[in-house]
């Protein structure tokens, strides 16, 4: 670590560099959406006011701008419209191939779209119309200092899998 | 009280690529050279500073940049000193900014700079960084950040919808880099073949190492001046900043605006506003420089900016339409793919290009050009800027 050239940073969390998000209540009024992928939901803000459905979540309604919201969970299986692959020039916090698509969350759904990465699958084998499903997993914890306290944050994030035939 | 018009009177760059200098070095070369265009100019006589760059605050540390580059190429700003934030298309960005700066009064002679120092000490900085360029907490983590991915899916939908080829891809490349070949500046000066494109490195297939724009360090300069400043300062035609628009329908690529990802209403949208601000349509404009960041997205630039229909940008470039003598001579300096792309010298590097177009002095030049456009995509292609310029003012 001495010839990183900041040695006094060695232990240090700074979120310039971090890929994922501060997920912790203190800093994040939408930590919720982070429990809830905790539980298997996928879920974002719908507007009591004007009842529509923005995604990411908010804390306004972006149409009406009540802050009147509720959870609304989304689908968790959809199907790939375009799937890529990508074998260098992978950025440290990812391993090689990564693997995105497309997704249809199907003609129900508000949020019809959206861009995934693809996890537990082979690479080659992801093909255009198959489905696939909501995948949530740990992310590295960070300290927060909140007052005199310091404690460490748990994290998780998303992707999505193939479903398994 | 006589209107107030904005002209781009003056441009300049440094050697682009991967250079062995910080971005205080290049902001340097490009200014001596920038005013090297103009002799009548000095240091003293430019009341504002624009400087283009989104990552100085990463790569370099620098929050704040513009006084910093000021006091190093001398300036003493009286009207503006502000750095402008818009990743891909912060140098058009800037040039916009400048000529409503101008328009209002609030400046006569403003340098418009912009640039990156892209490469890092470290090499996995370099693309890791690039995390920071798309919506953090939702498309950062879907590594939406290295554009390479999205711009693969944008040309297998593209494909997939209207039929475009891969070697239509590659007519673009082509096109670019022999372009390139006239311009000691850009990156690459580099006779390419379609055998040497068709079989190059996959970066995300369908696109190769050659339908993408290098990563690069470079800086350049453009004098925005008042027309009463202009007619001061140079004996050559004028170029007026006719117009111009930039527009951003969603950040994250879930509440992208089209009806697939070849469909790029945004752009259209920007295209239309740019074309009624300068009270001009694409028939009347002579010469291009598009945002070729991959090759695919020339193909589908030439269609949103209303040069060919809808689906036949790929047969377009194909049969010779951006080149010299073609309907729309496109990137006609090397573009991002032969030139490079330090982000906010990008729209700086088109508008000096299109400076010269306009008044007979490129190196690839368009016999009597006198309108002439540019065109920014910047992020996970969530915004698009375009500049109108003309050898007549809009009356």
Same mark, same amino acid.
């Given at each position: 670590?001495?010839?990183?050239?900041?040695?006094?940073?060695?232990?240090?969390?700074?979120?310039?560099?971090?890929?994922?998000?501060?997920?912790?209540?203190?800093?994040?009024?939408?930590?919720?959406?982070?429990?809830?992928?905790?539980?298997?939901?996928?879920?974002?803000?719908?507007?009591?006011?004007?009842? @529509?459905?923005?995604?990411?979540?908010?804390?306004?309604?972006?149409?009406?701008?009540?802050?009147?919201?509720?959870?609304?969970?989304?689908?968790?299986?959809?199907? #790939?419209?375009? #799937?890529?692959?990508?074998?260098?020039?992978?950025?440290?916090?990812?391993?090689?191939?990564?693997?995105?698509?497309?997704?249809?969350?199907?003609?129900?759904?508000?949020?019809? @779209?959206?861009?995934?990465?693809?996890?537990?699958?082979?690479?080659?084998?992801?093909?255009?119309?198959?489905?696939?499903?909501?995948?949530?997993?740990?992310?590295?914890? @960070?300290?927060?200092?909140?007052?005199?306290?310091?404690?460490?944050?748990?994290?998780?994030?998303?992707?999505?899998?193939? #479903?398994?035939? | 009280?006589?209107?107030?018009?904005?002209?781009?009177?003056?441009?300049?760059?440094?050697?682009?690529?991967?250079?062995?200098?910080?971005?205080?070095?290049?902001?340097?070369?490009?200014?001596?050279?920038?005013?090297?265009?103009?002799?009548?100019?000095?240091?003293?006589?430019?009341?504002?500073?624009?400087?283009?760059?989104?990552?100085?605050?990463?790569?370099?540390?620098?929050?704040?940049?513009?006084?910093?580059?000021?006091?190093?190429?001398?300036?003493?700003?009286?009207?503006?000193?502000?750095?402008?934030?818009?990743?891909?298309?912060?140098?058009?960005?800037?040039?916009?900014?400048?000529?409503?700066?101008?328009?209002?009064?609030?400046?006569?002679?403003? +340098?418009?700079?912009?640039?990156?120092?892209?490469?890092?000490?470290?090499?996995?900085?370099?693309?890791?960084?690039?995390?920071?360029?798309?919506?953090?907490?939702?498309?950062?983590?879907?590594? +939406?950040?290295?554009?390479?991915?999205?711009?693969? +899916?944008?040309?297998?939908?593209?494909?997939?919808?209207?039929?475009?080829?891969?070697?239509?891809?590659?007519?673009?490349?082509?096109?670019?880099?022999?372009?390139?070949?006239?311009?000691?500046?850009?990156?690459?000066?580099?006779?390419?073949?379609?055998?040497?494109?068709?079989?190059?490195?996959?970066?995300?297939?369908?696109?190769?190492?050659?339908?993408?724009?290098?990563?690069?360090?470079?800086?350049?300069?453009?004098?925005?001046?008042?027309?009463?400043?202009?007619?001061?300062?140079?004996?050559?035609?004028?170029?007026?900043?006719?117009?111009?628009?930039?527009?951003?329908?969603?950040?994250?690529?879930?509440?992208?605006?089209?009806?697939?990802?070849?469909?790029?209403?945004?752009?259209?949208?920007?295209?239309?506003?740019?074309?009624?601000?300068?009270?001009?349509?694409?028939?009347?404009?002579?010469?291009?420089?598009?945002?070729?960041?991959?090759?695919?997205?020339?193909?589908?630039?030439?269609?949103?900016?209303?040069?060919?229909?809808?689906?036949?940008?790929?047969?377009?470039?194909?049969?010779?339409?951006?080149?010299?003598?073609?309907?729309?001579?496109?990137?006609?300096?090397?573009?991002?793919?032969?030139?490079?792309?330090?982000?906010?010298?990008?729209?700086?590097?088109?508008?000096?290009?299109?400076?010269?177009?306009?008044?007979?002095?490129?190196?690839?030049?368009?016999?009597?050009?006198?309108?002439?456009?540019?065109?920014?995509?910047?992020?996970?292609?969530?915004?698009?800027?375009?500049?109108?310029?003309?050898?007549?003012?809009?009356?």
């Amino acid at each position: 670590m001495a010839a990183s050239g900041i040695p006094f940073l060695e232990g240090k969390y700074s979120p310039t560099l971090d890929i994922w998000p501060i997920e912790a209540k203190e800093f994040n009024r939408i930590y919720w959406f982070y429990d809830n992928l905790r539980e298997g939901r996928f879920t974002t803000t719908k507007c009591r006011d004007c009842g @529509h459905v923005a995604y990411p979540p908010r804390v306004i309604c972006p149409e009406c701008y009540s802050d009147k919201l509720e959870q609304f969970d989304l689908p968790k299986k959809g199907k #790939v419209i375009t #799937v890529v692959e990508k074998w260098g020039g992978v950025p440290l916090c990812f391993k090689a191939p990564l693997i995105v698509a497309w997704i249809d969350l199907g003609e129900g759904s508000p949020v019809r @779209h959206l861009v995934s990465r693809i996890i537990n699958a082979p690479p080659g084998q992801t093909k255009e119309d198959d489905e696939v499903q909501l995948a949530v997993f740990d992310v590295p914890a @960070h300290p927060i200092e909140v007052g005199q306290e310091k404690r460490i944050v748990e994290r998780v994030f998303f992707a999505f899998e193939p #479903v398994k035939k | 009280m006589a209107i107030r018009r904005a002209c781009i009177i003056a441009g300049g760059m440094c050697q682009w690529g991967l250079r062995e200098a910080s971005y205080l070095d290049m902001a340097q070369e490009a200014a001596k050279d920038c005013l090297a265009d103009i002799p009548g100019l000095k240091p003293k006589g430019i009341d504002g500073l624009l400087y283009a760059s989104t990552f100085v605050g990463r790569r370099s540390c620098q929050a704040n940049t513009a006084p910093v580059v000021a006091e190093r190429i001398g300036l003493k700003p009286t009207s503006i000193c502000a750095r402008v934030d818009v990743l891909c298309a912060g140098g058009s960005t800037a040039i916009l900014m400048a000529k409503g700066l101008v328009e209002s009064g609030t400046s006569d002679v403003v +340098m418009v700079m912009g640039g990156e120092k892209l490469y890092t000490p470290e090499r996995w900085q370099v693309q890791y960084d690039e995390i920071a360029s798309v919506d953090h907490d939702w498309d950062g983590p879907q590594n +939406m950040g290295p554009p390479p991915l999205l711009f693969a +899916m944008i040309a297998k939908e593209h494909m997939k919808h209207y039929g475009t080829k891969r070697t239509e891809l590659a007519d673009v490349s082509l096109a670019n880099y022999d372009y390139g070949l006239s311009n000691p500046k850009g990156q690459f000066q580099k006779k390419l073949t379609l055998d040497e494109v068709l079989t190059a490195k996959d970066i995300a297939p369908p696109l190769g190492l050659y339908d993408c724009c290098p990563l690069s360090d470079g800086v350049a300069g453009v004098i925005v001046a008042s027309e009463e400043k202009a007619k001061e300062l140079t004996d050559r035609p004028l170029v007026y900043i006719r117009g111009g628009s930039q527009a951003s329908l969603h950040s994250v690529t879930a509440n992208w605006p089209g009806k697939h990802l070849g469909d790029w209403p945004h752009m259209r949208l920007a295209a239309q506003k740019a074309y009624e601000k300068a009270r001009i349509s694409a028939n009347e404009i002579q010469v291009a420089q598009m945002h070729d960041c991959f090759s695919i997205s020339e193909i589908i630039e030439v269609e949103e900016l209303g040069f060919c229909p809808k689906g036949e940008g790929g047969p377009f470039v194909a049969s010779g339409q951006t080149r010299l003598g073609g309907r729309i001579p496109t990137n006609t300096d090397g573009g991002l793919l032969s030139c490079g792309h330090p982000f906010g010298g990008t729209g700086i590097r088109q508008g000096i290009e299109i400076l010269k177009q306009l008044q007979g002095r490129a190196a690839n030049q368009v016999a009597g050009a006198a309108f002439g456009l540019t065109h920014n995509l910047s992020g996970a292609n969530v915004e698009h800027t375009i500049v109108i310029y003309g050898r007549e003012p809009v009356e």
